[in-house]
């Protein structure tokens, strides 16, 4: 009975196995005729999407949220349309309407808008004054392109560039006529020759460096950078560049017209500046050497501000070098035409000025005087009297240097624990200083920058600058000689272009939350303080290479990036390059305004790879000039 029961399936369960299968396929054909239906009438609704409206959050509320009237709007005629028309702006296209902007006259091809000779007049002269930055106000600003002038030519290719320079570049005589006897420039048919002589060293930069190298050690890396103040036409620091010393030097824009701008057109670092009430633009304990030839500062004035000022950008240990008035007053007196009672006095008051700075002279022969600052202030700090001037300043901000008055006080050096310490920590010898941790990143003095991010920091750009050299090919091959960075970070961009016959002017923004400048200068390099929401202190057409790593993201709230964009054109050499990094859409903003501007330009994926979304925009300002026939 067991086995039949089963064997045998019984007949209810057959029948209800049949109903069951009748039932399912009545409801799918059911479903089907309905879905067919529905799908006929509504074919042609409009694709508008469902307004939903808005639901209370209570047990009453519907499971689902109800459509609005909007869904059950009355059948169109209308297509579907399947494009895609919120998309993002593709690379290298854009829908913003280029403004184009048109030359500006040819008088103001050598415009320099901080400063500006018209507007200085309206400062004191007192101290200089009239020569510092002098900003044009927002409503002044020239929305205009700086143009080179008629027959402009490319720059002499390194080291060539050295000694000559295109007429037509810098039509300007007056230093070969003034400075004639002194050897600063010569015209020689369509260009210039700068034979190195300079107000003190009229037989020749070379020879003067020799003579300095013989009182003080200039060749075995422990001097890697030097500071001209007053520079002429800078062949002291253009003949220090053999000796792998690197100089920033300086001058104002005054009757030595276009001195800083024959000095960078030569390939050789420069600025337009001036001791006078503000800082210069430097670190503290930033320069292995200071210089002054004959530059007519007022050294034993104003309380030795002056002097009390290189010692703040001076590194322990540093030296000094001054010649000129009033060193060897008894042979130059009259013709320097002061009297030497005049002379006697002023070295004088210099001598004791630099005692007081606890700075010890080191050698006096010839036209040369040598101080060199002590390595910490743990002597100087105890062996001075109560009221001796000047004072230690008890502010620790001695870094701080845009627009911040000089103070008649010592900057203090780090803390030392014996008095053969050097303050601050020493350095490497050049080369092996450009890549060895700056001391500001082993003391911890700056927050957030480790030993750690620094190598990373260093792999990161010897990355980059390979990519780079696939991008622009040029770059490896000499093209560019005068680079900047707009926000040099830690310098890692210099350090990975150090093998190439380059220089780099390492920017670091003014309010910047990480100030590296100092840890720059601790690697060998130079570089300035600056806010890109003003122009450069240089003249038009001095750079040939120009990097913006996420500068234009950093400025996007601060200021008008159009007239960012402006002043890299005005710096910018003709047929020169910029590189920017920084996120697609800022790119596109950019790209759309150098249009305008007459540069060419493409978007290229970052170095990683297409899905990293920070793109590298690459640059080339076209060549143009300014027509002949207009007049200045």
């Known amino acids: 009975m067991g086995r039949e029961q089963g064997g045998i399936r019984h007949p209810e369960l057959q029948r209800m196995r049949v109903t069951l299968t009748i039932g399912v396929i009545g409801l799918c054909a059911t479903a089907y005729i309905l879905g067919a239906w529905q799908g006929t009438s ?18 009453d509320s519907d499971a689902a949220p109800r459509a609005s009237s909007a869904a059950s709007a009355q059948p169109s005629g209308t297509p579907l349309d399947f494009q895609a028309h919120h998309q993002v702006v593709g690379f290298n ?10 030359a500006c006259r040819l008088k103001y091809s050598e415009y320099t808008p901080c400063h500006d000779p018209r507007r200085a007049r309206k400062f004191p ?85 020799d003579d300095i190298s013989a009182l003080i050690p200039l060749t075995d890396g422990n001097i890697r950078t030097a500071l001209d103040t007053g520079c002429g036409v800078a062949s002291w620091g253009a003949f220090l560049l053999k000796r792998d010393i690197i100089t920033m030097s300086f001058a104002p824009r005054d009757s030595h017209e276009a001195q800083v701008q024959f000095a960078l057109e030569r390939g050789v670092p420069a600025m337009i500046g001036v001791m006078a009430t503000d800082r210069i633009p430097y670190p503290a304990r930033a320069f292995d050497m200071a210089h002054c030839s004959r530059c007519l500062i007022p050294w034993n004035k104003l309380d030795g501000m002056y002097l009390v000022e290189v010692d703040r950008v001076l590194r322990p240990g540093g030296y000094w070098i001054l010649s000129g008035p009033p060193v060897h007053w008894k042979r130059h007196s009259k013709g320097w035409q002061r009297t030497e009672e005049d002379l006697k006095q002023e070295q004088d008051e210099i001598e004791d000025l630099a005692k007081r700075l606890c ?42 240097a845009w627009y911040k008055k000089m103070e008649t006080c010592i ?42 991010k620094f190598q990373e920091d260093n792999k990161l750009w010897a990355e980059r600058v390979e990519y780079y050299k696939k991008l622009i090919p040029p770059l490896a091959k000499g093209r560019y000689r005068n680079v900047m960075d707009m926000d040099a970070g830690m310098g890692g961009f210099a350090a990975a272009l150090m093998k190439y016959p380059l220089w780099m002017m390492n920017v670091v923004p003014a309010g910047s939350a990480r100030d590296a400048l100092g840890v720059i200068y601790e690697r060998g390099f130079i570089g300035t303080y600056h806010d890109w929401c003003e122009a450069f202190s240089t003249y ?56 305008g501007m007459r540069w060419k330009s493409q978007i ?25 026939a207009q007049k200045r």
């Open 93 to 102: 296209e854009s829908s913003l309407v280029p403004e184009k902007i048109s």
């Open 359 to 400: 700075w010890k002279k080191v050698v006096e022969k010839d036209d040369l005087a040598i101080w060199q600052k002590p390595i910490n202030h743990m002597e100087c700090a105890n062996s001075r009297k109560v009221k001796e001037t000047p004072q230690i300043c008890n502010s620790s901000d001695v870094d701080s």
């Open 604 to 628: 290229m994926d970052h170095e990683s790879g297409p899905f990293n979304p920070e793109k590298i925009l690459v640059a080339v300002k076209t060549y143009w000039t300014a027509e002949p």
């Open 125 to 209: 002269k007192a101290m200089m004054q009239y020569r510092e930055r002098h900003c044009p106000k927002k409503e002044d600003l020239f929305r205009c392109l700086i143009p080179a002038p008629p027959n402009y030519k490319n720059p002499f290719k390194w080291p060539q560039s050295l000694d000559y320079a295109w007429y037509d570049n810098i039509p300007h005589r007056e230093l070969s006529i003034e400075k004639a006897v002194q050897n600063w420039i010569q015209v020689e048919g369509d260009r210039f020759r700068f034979p190195g002589g300079g107000t003190m060293f009229p037989h020749g930069a070379d020879a003067y460096i």
């Open 540 to 595: 038009p057409r001095t750079y040939d290479l120009i990097h913006a790593d996420e500068v234009f993201s950093f400025y996007l709230d601060r200021c008008d990036i159009t007239y960012i964009l402006l002043e890299m054109d005005r710096i910018l050499r003709p047929e020169g390059t910029v590189i920017f990094r920084d996120t697609v859409e800022m790119l596109v903003k950019i790209q759309a305004i150098t249009e």
């Open 42 to 59: 509504s074919s042609n609704i409009n694709p508008s999407p469902a307004v939903y409206t808005r639901t209370q959050c209570d047990d």
């Open 411 to 452: 900057s203090p050096l780090p803390d030392v624990k014996s008095e053969e310490e050097v303050a601050g920590g020493p350095l490497e010898k050049w080369p092996e200083r450009a890549f060895a941790v700056p001391p500001r990143i082993t003391r911890g003095l700056l927050s957030g920058l480790t030993l750690e």
